[in-house]
């Protein structure tokens, strides 16, 4: 068996079901699941229609690359999304991939050369797929801390010139995965910098990027910020999308990657032999999300009346210095200050009101004599609105006790 495999840490769903064994909760109390970003607002109809019309496509392979209307969609979309100055090119710059889990653990596996003692930077907390690619590519993480003090944006400027040399990958997630917090284009474009001084690849997972609340605002992307600076070849730069949380998709596994033309050659190289071809039918489905923004609108406006009326809910503890937390720049997450024992609050919630949240413990690691995700849970928002209130108001009561 490959060795490195006994170096991941289990999943993160892995622990939490070991922290919650042995606990009965409440019988009476339907259990409310607030742990894992799974959307559960309905899928547009109209992709559903497409995928049954397009069923045809069982009978044939799909190739890697997608068909050409497909990568036309996305490229269309990123560049009206992002506003880029000049059109992405289907043919160069787009990948069809299964969702940014797949990708951005392949894309790892692809772009790191182990045998030059490489680095893989990224934020901490962070999405684990980013700590796993990283060590089964034979790369060592690096983690930096994303605390309240620095609004949860990584202090890219702590990190020592050594280990810039040593990087050949720096995962950024903007909007962030826990945090919600949101890079300013100054951010991005220091970011780009940094990877011309030290020769590096910037993986930008955006997959949170549909989720915002000021529609006069949306986050900026990496992609965008390389435009306005004229890279128009997007050098060592590669952002990964995905209907999932846009489009209410999880099921589908269907995004892509879009960027730097040299490394998507290399990444498709790696995809071919890989075997990760989007089936034909999904394929379809996907044009037919990507180039509808309709849905996405009303799916905004579903996550903005969620956290109105939880963090509403949620006022007088939050008052009362019981529970530390508010609305993020973008995302479904709200990632709550509990002032204690992150592990020991999901327990007690869990067995008094029936309600699973996830320790912010588990998505981070010490760095620096520090666990920053230590004292916080992440509540995932994806429930009905009625589902979320009732949880909110279950949280209220535990709360106060």
Known sequence: MNPLLDTLQPYPFEKLAALKAGITPPAHLKPITLSIGEPQHPAPD?????????????????????????????????????????????????????????????????????????????????????????????AEPYFINCTAANHFIADFSSVPADVWQRCQLLFICSPGNPTGSVMSIEQLQALIALADKYDFIIAGDECYSELYFDEAHPPTGLLQACSAMGRHDFKRCVVFHSLSKRSNLPGLRSGFAAGDATILEKFLLYRTYHGCAMPLQHQHASIAAWNDEKHVLANRRFYTEKFDGVLDILDDCIKAGKITVSKPDAGFYLWANIHGDDQIFSRKLFAQQNITVLPGSFLSRESDGLNPGAGYVRMALVAPLAECIDAAKRIKAFLQT
């Open 46 to 138: 109209f992709v559903v229609r497409t995928l049954i019309e397009k069923m045809g496509g069982l009978s044939n392979y799909p190739t890697t690359k997608g068909i050409p209307a497909l990568r036309e969609a996305m490229a269309h979309w990123c560049t009206q999304r992002f506003n880029l100055q000049k059109k992405l090119d289907a043919e160069t710059q787009i990948i069809p991939v299964n969702g940014t889990r797949e990708a951005l653990f392949s894309f790892t596996q692809a772009v790191i050369d182990p045998q030059k003692n490489p680095i893989v930077i990224s934020p901490n907390p962070f999405y684990q797929i980013y700590e796993g690619a990283a060590l089964l590519a034979g």
